[in-house]
């Protein structure tokens, strides 16, 4: 077992780059599993997700070497058709093999997805675009797996499917299946909008895909043959960016965050610069830095171009830290606030509650049959706090990057357990805060 230890109340200054999309990485891998040639991938986040991608890459007898953040990966054939349960009940990105399994070998036996337990994260919307793009789909509850298979033909040359409610994993995954259906053209609609599902596409266009966003939530595919070489960078990690901004902000710090200003941030920077946080824009990257007494700013999660789901966690905290009362309405998963009691423990006056929503069915982006009368779907935040030490458990990825951001701000020492979550998204983070002046180390016991 491992723990971080820190030390709060140091000031973060300094410049600091971020790794590569998380979001990105996981599917680019997945991509390069469409040819039997070598596809590049840079700037790859070396974090435990996408060593997990790997070892399926490998178990399904794909090729690998990874030199510093450089992937080289080739999947001449594949050597099986079945994920095993032990590497997909890991990360939950697992269930994208289906595409280049059906696309290549016209079947595919994958269990349901693990990952981060932040709600049902059902993928039912990806099972029904694939019935209706024709292919055959059963499911053993006895084994816990799918099993998938392509029909001998398709009934015809132009499909279109609507999502019924906007679904990253299942625009990845169709997207990537269509781009290997020679001579049919699909239209998927309602389709996911961040910025990470166009480098998608623009990977797989490179590796010679026929894929155009028509409009906003509109992709069209054309199928091609057969897929081919390509070495592709990946972007700067959103989710990362936020992150080192905010442990800026909260230690009352000063912090460059090199290439930022690359990437699409407005949901969050709009809000930080009306809460009172310091943005300022330079030619290497982003600065962020605290300059005085912060305002309590509401935030509701949504799809792209709205506020990231996975931004909620860290924003509590800045508004623990803020004048005023602030409301986070989470609309994207069920049960996402697991980092509350723990924040609770370091002194944190927060609420949970449930809003008044009219036409839930409309609001929330999860499936409402997932829903639990024990879940709550927004929390108040009363600031300004000081917080001070404890001793916390992480329960996922993105609360364990609440939970570093709450001890590095907070007076005293303190204690966190669970950090193999961290891990899953963050490549050193402990190592890269230290770097900007924080107490923090990781301690095996």
């Known amino acids: 077992m491992e723990k971080i230890i820190i030390n709060g109340g140091k000031k973060l200054t300094g410049t600091i780059g971020v790794t590569g999309a998380k979001n990105v990485a996981l599917k680019a891998i997945v991509a390069a599993c469409l040819t039997d040639q070598e596809v590049i991938i840079r700037n790859v986040p070396l974090i435990s997700d ?6 399926i890459v490998r178990e399904l007898g ?35 093999f289906l595409a280049p399994l059906l696309a290549r070998m016209g079947k595919a036996i994958i269990p349901n997805p693990g990952g981060c337990r932040i709600g049902a994260r059902p993928i039912d919307r990806t099972i029904k675009g694939l019935r209706k793009m024709g292919y055959l789909v059963a499911y053993n509850s006895k084994d816990g797996f799918f099993y998938l298979k392509k029909k001998n033909d ?62 906003e939530r509109t992709i069209v595919i054309q199928g091609v043959e057969k897929l ?101 309405h989470e609309t994207v998963y069920e049960n996402r606030f697991g980092y509350v009691e723990e924040l609770k423990k370091m002194g944190a006056d927060i609420t949970l509650f449930n809003p008044d929503i009219q036409n839930p069915e409309i609001v929330y982006n999860f499936n409402l049959s997932d829903n639990d009368p024990s879940y709550y779907h927004a929390i108040r935040i009363t600031g300004k706090t000081a917080l001070h030490n404890g001793v916390v458990n992480v329960s996922d990825l993105r609360a364990g990057a609440t939970l570093v951001l709450a001890a590095l701000s907070a007076r005293g020492k303190s204690i966190i357990f669970g950090v193999e979550h961290l891990d899953r998204g963050y490549e050193k983070l402990e190592e890269r805060l230290r770097m900007l002046g924080a107490d923090i180390k990781r301690v095996k016991e």
Not at 249 to 273: C, H, M, S, Y
Not at 299 to 304: A, I, K
Request: hydrophobic share 40%.
């Open 62 to 96: 794909g090729e690998v070497k990874i030199t510093d953040h450089v992937v080289r990966m080739r999947m001449r054939e594949f050597k099986k058709e079945k994920i095993s349960l032990e590497e997909a009940a890991k990360i939950r990105a697992s269930c994208l």
């Open 50 to 55: 996408f060593m997990v991608m790997v070892a």
């Open 228 to 328: 081919g070489e390509a070495e592709f960078t990946i972007g700067p990690d959103r989710n990362e960016i936020v992150t080192f901004a905010i442990a800026a902000i909260v230690t009352k710090g000063d912090v460059l965050i090199k290439d930022a200003q690359n990437v699409d941030l407005f949901p969050f920077i709009q809000r930080l610069e009306l809460s009172g946080g310091g943005v300022e824009n330079k030619k290497a990257g982003i600065r962020f830095f605290y300059k005085g007494e912060l305002t309590s700013v509401d935030v509701e999660t949504s799809s792209y171009p709205g506020f990231m789901t996975d931004w909620q966690g860290p924003w509590a905290i800045l508004m623990t830290q803020a004048k005023g009362k602030a409301v986070i």
């Open 154 to 215: 398709f009934k015809s040359r132009e499909i279109v499917y609507r999502f019924e409610k906007c679904t990253h994993t299942g625009t990845e995954t169709l997207m990537m299946l269509a781009s290997l259906l020679k001579g049919i053209r699909i239209t998927l609609e309602n389709c996911a909008t961040e910025p990470e599902i166009d480098e998608l596409i623009n990977l797989l266009n490179q590796m010679g895909g026929k894929i155009l966003r028509t409009g």
